[in-house]
Structure formats: structure tokens, C-alpha cells
């Protein structure tokens, strides 16, 4: 079961992913993991921080075709800095891995 999830296609901001090792994808994925990490290791409050760190890791599993629920919003994560963390790191993610 776990062979034929490997082996079906998948695409997402233009690149496949099969079972052989994407160059391309691969190194989009660890050039947004770095950029994400560096934000995300700026945030000083937190909560807001674990926060990022949820919402980036949301956005790796998408890159990688795995659709799952936006991270919980905690308590005491207030809205501006919420709005700010997603539209940071999706621009981020847009930048890595661009829609069609």
C-alpha cells in the first residue's frame, strides 16, 4: 500500500514528484526550509513561534502533495501577528514553489 502512494505523480507549484529523487524540488524545498527557519528562529514571543514553525511545516507537507488542516491557532496568538506569520510564509512558499 505504502509503495503505491510512492509511485503515484504528484504536482504542485510545477514540479512532479514520483518515486525518483527530484534535484529541482528538492532543492526548492531546502532553500524555502531555510529561509522559513531563519523567520521563524526571529520570532521572539513563543507562542507566535511555534506557531510559524506549525504553519511551516503545514507548507512543506503541501509541497510535497500532503494536504492537512491549518495548524491550531494557540492561545494568546493574536490575529495581526497570525495574519503576519501566514502571509510571510506563504510568500515565501509562493516564491519557492509558484502556482499555476
Given at each position: 500500500?505504502?509503495?503505491?502512494?510512492f509511485?503515484?505523480?504528484?504536482?504542485?507549484?510545477?514540479?512532479?514528484?514520483?518515486?525518483?529523487?527530484?534535484?529541482?524540488?528538492?532543492?526548492?524545498l531546502?532553500?524555502?526550509?531555510?529561509?522559513?527557519?531563519v523567520?521563524?528562529?526571529?520570532?521572539?514571543?513563543?507562542?507566535?513561534?511555534?506557531?510559524?514553525?506549525?504553519?511551516?511545516?503545514?507548507?512543506?507537507?503541501?509541497?510535497?502533495?500532503?494536504?492537512?488542516?491549518?495548524?491550531?491557532?494557540?492561545?494568546?496568538?493574536?490575529?495581526?501577528?497570525?495574519?503576519?506569520?501566514?502571509?510571510?510564509?506563504?510568500?515565501?512558499c509562493?516564491?519557492?514553489?509558484?502556482?499555476?
Open positions: 500500500m505504502l509503495s503505491n502512494v509511485a503515484s505523480r504528484q504536482t504542485f507549484g510545477g514540479f512532479s514528484l514520483s518515486s525518483h529523487f527530484d534535484t529541482k524540488f528538492s532543492d526548492a531546502l532553500g524555502f526550509n531555510g529561509e522559513a527557519d523567520y521563524c528562529q526571529g520570532i521572539s514571543d513563543g507562542v507566535a513561534h511555534d506557531y510559524a514553525m506549525d504553519y511551516t511545516r503545514m507548507l512543506q507537507n503541501r509541497a510535497k502533495g500532503i494536504e492537512g488542516p491549518l495548524p491550531r491557532i494557540p492561545k494568546g496568538l493574536f490575529e495581526p501577528n497570525r495574519n503576519l506569520i501566514r502571509s510571510t510564509l506563504d510568500r515565501m509562493e516564491k519557492y514553489f509558484p502556482s499555476k
